[in-house]
């Protein structure tokens, strides 16, 4: 019986991928990691998942009884901006802190 083969050639394994141990973490997840966040970091896919995040947190914080405590922290936050953009617009501390 003939062998069927892949019409794509298999990728070939880095030393790191190829040695059973890597000693001190592996280096080749590591790596993979750190190129698939920087991809990621790169796309157009970062704020639509921000977005997401952020959605999920404030429901899981009603969900979890602490919604009035978002309210009142988003108020502050308006608040601090509000405050921090008049003393820009009047020439005061650019780094907020006076």
Known sequence: M???RSKRSPKRKT??????NQGEGNRAADRRYREKATDFARS???DPAAEDARRSVEEGARDAGVGDELDQLKRNER???DDLGEKRRRGGDEGGND
């Not at 030393?15 to 059973?20: F, L, N, P, Q, V």
């Open 79 to 81: 608040e601090l901006r």
């Open 15 to 20: 030393k790191d991928e190829t040695s059973g």
């Open 2 to 4: 003939a062998q069927v």
């Open 44 to 46: 157009d896919r970062v």
